[in-house]
């Protein structure tokens, strides 16, 4: 029999697919699991047993925390990086460094097929197949929900057929959770007005006393909690632990999707909205303007093009060179009070806080220039204005 590998996740799309691929198209199924940060231990050996009752050949969890977070996330906390102002491209940066490892596996299993569970009105089949189609031209992609235009329903049923059985409560919101986030998708996403219900999402108020926590960053990276130092994915864990207790980094993103149609899609990114919202008051005191306002131009055209799937394209590596050396003077502490479904800051420290400069305090004094001197500059400064508004002294 033909190998084909499915990029797997145990969910009602990839469950399809492994039974699909065996009773439709006659062909021995390799899954893998690429764990992002969205499954404990436990719940990998647990997808592990399903995807072997499910008839897969052969399985394997592949984790690449320390990857992905090296590779993308990384730069995204770099960028402050957040889709339309609001989604810390939770799955999207996930989906690039899945199907690499996908791809790489199906080269070493010797695979004829790769195949994955997207639909065909997403955004999800583009990064899929572009990554493949780049990196591996020569093995053919077969997507049975896209071609076959399923419902979950119909999935659900198909499924029974084959004696297996699936809840349809659990198959009535898709659920993709990792370590930079979590998306929620159902019934209410798919209308422009509905509101996700509380039980949809996977994280539940626990806490409602305030707790504050101080975030500790070196070049721009989470090196610490509270003074406490490990390395950044696991000090996103730990926040994600204990932020997500609060229900806080929750909301619903819209956006243009790649092939044109609006998208809807709810999340809870309770430790990327705290770090990116920190990382970026502490840029506030520490980066020029002029820093600032170049970071920003870049790395929105960066989460863009990693939304869009683009990660391959060299300009990447070009923009992640500038957002990096953007970092130097990105030390300091950040004071966060975390409450009930929402945080705020309390203040930065940093060596690098440029308030604390000898020249003034804004709004109070000045220490290096004379009121002759702010009434020069002033006078200067509004030349471009007084010289429009003379020549055009007609205009109505």
């Not at 009602?12 to 021995?28: A, G, M, P, Q």
């Not at 189609?133 to 198909?158: C, G, H, M, N």
């Not at 305090?361 to 004379?370: D, H, K, L, P, R």
Request: some cysteine.
């Amino acid at each position: 029999m033909e190998k084909v590998v499915l990029a797997y996740s145990g969910g009602l799309d990839t469950s399809y697919c492994v039974k699909y691929l065996i009773h439709e198209k006659n062909l021995e199924v390799h899954t893998i699991l690429v764990n992002t940060g969205g499954f404990s231990e436990k719940e990998l050996e647990e997808t592990k047993s399903r995807a072997y009752e499910l008839g897969s050949s052969n399985h394997v969890n592949k984790t690449i925390l320390n990857e992905f977070y090296q590779k993308a996330i990384k730069y995204l906390i770099f960028g402050n990086v957040l889709k339309n102002n609001t989604y810390p491209l939770s799955v999207s940066a996930e989906r690039i460094f899945q199907a690499i490892e996908v791809i790489n596996h199906a080269k070493k299993v010797g695979a004829k097929y790769i195949a994955h569970g997207s639909t065909g009105a997403g955004n999800d089949q583009i990064r899929f197949d572009v990554i493949f189609q780049t990196l591996a031209p020569e093995i053919e992609i077969i997507t049975p929900i896209r071609d076959l235009k399923l419902s979950r329903q119909e999935e659900v049923a198909y499924l029974e057929k084959y004696g297996v059985s699936y809840s349809w409560e659990k198959a009535q919101y898709s659920i993709n959770k990792g370590i930079w986030g979590t998306s929620v998708g159902g019934k209410e996403t798919l209308t422009s007005h509905s509101a996700l219900p509380e039980e949809a999402y996977p994280s539940q108020l626990q806490k409602e006393k305030e707790e504050t926590i101080t975030l500790n960053f070196e070049k721009g990276e989470l090196i610490g909690l509270d003074g406490v130092k490990d390395s950044p994915v696991n000090n996103i864990q730990k926040l994600e632990e204990l932020a997500s207790a609060f229900a806080v980094g929750r909301d619903i993103h819209v956006g243009d999707t790649i092939i044109g149609i609006k998208g809807r899609v709810g999340f809870e990114a309770a430790a990327p909205m705290v770090i990116i919202k920190a990382h970026h008051l502490l840029e506030k005191h520490v980066l020029t303007k002029w820093q600032q306002y170049w970071k920003e131009q870049l790395a929105n055209w960066y989460g863009m093009l990693l939304h869009e799937g683009n990660y391959l394209d060299p300009v990447m590596r070009n923009i992640e060179a500038f957002l990096e050396d953007s970092q130097k003077s990105v030390t300091g502490n950040v004071t966060v009070k975390l409450r009930p479904y929402h945080f705020t800051f309390e203040g930065i420290e940093s060596d690098f806080d440029m308030m604390k400069s000898d020249f003034g305090q804004y709004g109070e004094m000045n220490n290096s220039w004379t009121s002759e001197d702010a009434k020069g500059f002033i006078k200067i400064y509004g030349n471009a204005n007084k010289i429009y508004h003379n020549v055009n002294s007609n205009e109505s």
